[in-house]
């Protein structure tokens, strides 16, 4: 699907946010996309999960989601929540270059294919910050997870889950952008450019670095975005 059948099919979702950055990023994103998105929104706690999202603290986010049945009680959920705290617990206790972690359950439900007769998914999404994926990947071997694990693994009625590793990328910008940034739709080449390059956007931009994060520059405004790349494969939590 083409970056322009994105914005037309898209742009009413676009345009019912009141702020033209967000419409500009909105836009951009899209350009960039072979496929439509799909968009749920999780109030983390704590909040905000700087400690597992933030690029200067926590350079690989172990990102695990969590299906269950539409209908997955209350009763249900606080028993998991409580699962998983206890097993961050072993992790803090016990995995070097554990930066931080956040969770919580999708307010709307989720399309998956998991389900049956078309019903949305109980999602929780939990992140976990890491110094590195090898360093997740090292505590996967030491016997306090493997002690632990059934919390994630051994929850009622779980449908399944998925665990990838992201490299959060936060870009700010010069400065609020002009009427014209606004309200084009850039090709898809020069989108690309301007998320994977982002010391090319003004001088004060962060300056990428050969281990794919960047510098911040904290005297510098502008919305924070993420982007993202999987390093992982699915279902190795």
Known sequence: MHARTHTQKYGKLIHNYKSSEYNAFVKRLLSLMDGGPSLHHVPFTPHPATAAL?????????????TFPAAYSAADQSKFEADIKQLVGVIEAHA?????????????GVDSAKTSGGDKAKTYVAVIGWQSVEHHLKFRERQEFKD???????????????????????????????GEERGAVPT????????????????????AKSD???????????????????RQGRNNM
Do not use: C
């Open 54 to 66: 933030s690029d200067t603290n926590a350079p690989a986010t172990e990102v695990l989601t969590v």
């Open 96 to 108: 070097d270059g554990y930066k931080g972690s956040a969770g919580g359950w999708s307010i709307e």
């Open 148 to 178: 632990n694990i059934h919390l994630l693994r051994g929850a009622k009625d779980m449908l399944g889950f998925d665990v990838f590793h992201v490299s959060f990328l936060e870009v700010q910008g010069p400065g609020p952008l002009s």
């Open 188 to 207: 898809q080449e020069a989108a690309q450019d301007e998320v994977l390059n982002p010391q090319a956007v003004g001088s004060g931009a962060p300056k």
């Open 212 to 230: 794919g994060s960047t510098t911040k520059n904290d005297d510098v405004g502008g919305a924070a975005n993420a982007l993202h790349k999987e």
